[in-house]
């Protein structure tokens, strides 16, 4: 009897220690960005798209009985497909023109079925995507056909990202809630492991306040970067298992929140003149963007400067640039971590945006939209070609 306990014991040991994730080290690097936020922030102005963008172009999504879109979360372009998620609803599947092609997903507790769709995740090399539920992701190709289901059992954020080819970077949806030491805001999950293989510390080692405190992450160059919303580093991902120090964001006289954010029920904050909420970052060869709660931030790599865009109120919006292209106001997607793709900064404009007072409905290419288009159609995609 007491050997049989000895090896039941031996035996969960090992169990427990094979279930272990390891933690991904962090590490410094030689050449690491400066951005300046707060120097940019005492100098902020209402900036022209122009300053980053050469050009706009919309891409009007075909509008039927079986694509009606509202709450899009993520919307992903390639040389042939569009892939949109949409809050709470499905995903749904376009070609390159905008022609609907057949739904991704179905809602149900059904096998093949997800019960929210929180975003998707695409796979734009092998034709997947991932619905995002609570605690799972459930896997189609592209024309609609179930894959697979993975059962997580963490809550997953609302940013999450290919990392290569059956990896996902996945950001935590409730590690604000876990005891100091033991928060983890990113998880590596591997699907040949049906597991995560890796996880990344959260910096903030005193209490979090109640607020929306989502980590950032994207990819560029075909390299992935995520920050956590408690730290001042943006890092590279050399592999699940190491992170380099890629850029560092000065804040100086800005603080984190200290205290809950009235604002997500109703309420209002006092007193945040110093608070910044970084909420997404995106990147292409010219420029790093940050998108904040004191406004726009990006880091001209060519001329090694930090800007700032105030918010331009247009409408019910506030936009992250003055539209001089084309007039229409532009704002980032809310928790897109793919903004921009090959080269484009994607996003969209509800319909009715374009039959609103102040759009240059003599600009050539609003002109040609506005002959096809009604104010109840589905959302129009944002194209915007930024500078290198």
Not at 88 to 111: A, W
């Amino acid at each position: 009897m007491r050997e049989l306990i000895i090896t039941i014991l031996v035996f969960i040991s090992f169990f427990g220690n094979a279930q272990k994730i390891p933690t991904a080290k962090k590490q410094s690097s030689a050449d690491v960005i400066q951005i300046d936020l707060y120097g940019a922030y005492k100098k902020a102005k209402i900036y022209p798209l122009s300053a980053v963008a050469k050009s706009v172009e919309y891409l009007p999504l075909e509008t039927n009985n079986e694509c009606l879109l509202a709450n899009i979360v993520d919307v992903t372009v390639t040389s042939k497909d569009i892939i949109v998620g949409v809050y709470e609803g499905i995903c749904y599947h376009f070609n390159r023109q905008g022609k609907f092609l057949n739904v991704i997903g179905s809602i149900g507790k059904g096998p093949k079925e997800f019960t929210k769709l929180r975003t998707c995740i695409v796979d734009t090399a092998n034709r997947w995507v991932y619905a995002v539920d609570w605690e799972k992701l459930v896997k189609y190709d592209f024309d609609g056909n179930f894959l697979g289901k993975y059962n997580l059992g963490k809550t997953l954020g609302m940013q999450n990202i290919i990392l290569n080819p059956g990896q996902i970077l996945t950001g935590s949806g409730n590690y604000q809630n876990a005891k100091p030491g033991e928060r983890f805001s990113f998880y590596f999950f591997s699907e040949k492991d049906k597991n995560y293989i890796s996880k990344v510390a959260c910096e903030k080692k005193d209490k979090i306040p109640f607020c929306i405190c989502s980590p950032s992450l994207y990819n560029y160059d075909n390299e992935t970067y995520l920050s956590d919303f408690w730290s001042d580093t943006i890092y590279r991902v050399k592999d699940p298992f190491i992170l380099d120090a890629y850029a560092v964001l000065n804040k100086g006289n800005f603080e984190y929140r200290k205290a809950e954010d009235k604002s997500i029920l109703g309420g209002k904050n006092t007193g945040e003149e110093k608070i910044i909420d970084i909420r997404r970052m995106a990147e292409n060869g010219r420029f790093i963007f940050i998108d904040s709660s004191k406004g726009t931030f990006f880091y001209d790599k060519e001329k090694q400067e930090t800007y700032c865009s105030d918010f331009v109120k247009s409408g019910n919006m506030w936009a992250n640039f003055k539209n001089d292209i084309t007039s229409v106001p532009f704002r980032f997607l809310s928790n897109s971590p793919n903004s921009i793709q090959n080269g484009l900064l994607i996003s969209h404009n509800d319909a009715y945006q374009f039959f609103e007072d102040g759009v240059e409905t003599s600009n050539p290419k609003i002109k040609k939209l506005l002959q096809n288009l009604q104010p109840d159609d589905n959302p129009v995609l944002v194209l915007i070609k930024l500078k290198e």
